[in-house]
């Protein structure tokens, strides 16, 4: 029996973090830009209803939720996501217009095989609500811009797409196999869906360049300068008008293969990358439709960073200085 007093579940990993100094130190430094751009802290419930996240088609998949029967007989789930409870916060509240929530805490996820990776990420985000179109995706992408600082991280990166073009793509391709050969960009198979489908030219000619399709505002202008299907090259105007209004366009670049790691997005998707992190530290993206779910009509767009992935690539980039 002994040994075992030692052992973890698999879903759990010795500690969370250990660097917590660092961890407040960043926290703080979010907090005072986000507070100063009108963002109010929130602290959020740990738990919801299962179907508040995924009573919907945009929902949170079940399987990455933690859950348990409740002595209602209701099924009840570790907070797996800031952003739909703070949706239905501000339904809830009967909120109109324009509204800033930002937050800091853990989600809980599940890994489909944990092998020691953690199923716990504290995350620290914020949510622009009521504020649409370009006018709030500049506003979100400036909160970024002012936090980057805060993350002590060199060398940060943020691609950018649009979900817009992502789901006119997989109507226009219409075929299940595709989020996962984009997932994977495989070239090989994007050739054998062509001969499969009978894809002509010019989506045929998209298509195989799409693997390749990530790099600085001359991707998206190549792109919109082939690209013939209305709704593809409107989304990507979009994002290039967007990136036009942006003051310091170093850290941005696209990658137009990019796939949506949350469902509810509807407009521009960001994610963020450190060179010492495999996994994405920035996650966001304009969500307009999530609200309906709630009998809203509210455009909303949000990211949050994932501290736990920084500060583990904080540490790497720590060591490779040494
Ligand atoms: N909730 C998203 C990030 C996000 C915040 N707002 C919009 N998107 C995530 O955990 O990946």
Redesign the pocket.
């Known amino acids: 029996m002994e040994e075992f007093k030692y052992l973890i579940p698999e879903e759990s990993i010795d500690a969370i973090m250990d660097n917590v100094a660092t961890l407040r130190t960043i926290e703080n430094d979010l907090r005072q830009v986000f507070v100063k751009n009108g963002y109010l802290e929130v602290l959020m419930p740990s738990f919801e209803y299962v179907d508040l996240y995924n009573d919907m088609d945009i929902g949170i998949e079940e399987e990455k939720m933690f859950q348990y029967i409740n002595y209602e007989g209701k099924r009840v789930a570790l907070r797996t ?4 409870p ?1 949706a239905r916060l501000y339904s809830s509240k009967k909120e109109q217009g324009e509204k800033r929530y930002c937050y800091f805490g853990k ?1 809980y996820r599940k890994e489909k095989r944990h092998k020691g990776r953690s199923s716990e ?1 504290f ?1 620290a ?3 622009l609500l009521g504020k649409a179109g370009y006018e709030g995706d500049i506003e979100c992408l400036q909160v970024i811009q002012e936090t980057l600082s805060s993350l002590q991280l060199k060398d940060i990166k943020i691609e950018m797409s649009s979900a817009k073009f992502y789901h006119r793509l997989l109507k226009l391709v219409d075929d299940e196999s595709f989020v996962d050969i984009l997932k994977k960009r495989d070239l090989s198979a994007i050739k054998k869906l062509i001969e499969k489908k009978q894809i002509q030219s010019p989506l045929k000619d998209l298509l195989i360049q799409l693997p390749r399709c990530f790099g600085d505002i001359d991707i998206l202008k190549k792109m919109i300068a082939i690209i013939q299907d209305e709704e593809l090259k409107a989304a990507l105007k979009e994002l290039e008008n967007l990136y036009n209004h942006l003051n310091n366009k170093d850290v941005f670049s696209f990658d137009l293969a990019m796939t949506p ?2 469902k ?2 509807t407009g521009i998707m ?1 994610k963020g990358y450190s060179p010492y992190s495999a996994e ?1 530290i920035i ?5 307009d439709r999530l609200m309906n779910h709630f009998h809203k009509d509210v455009p ?5 960073y ?1 501290l736990s992935h920084i500060l583990n690539a904080l540490e790497k980039e720590g060591e490779s200085h040494d």
Do not use: W
Request: avoid cysteine.
């Open positions: 996501d800031f952003t739909v703070l989600v990420f995350q985000g914020v949510e790691s949350m509810y997005y960001i994405t996650n966001g993206g304009r969500y909303a767009i949000g990211f949050s994932d």
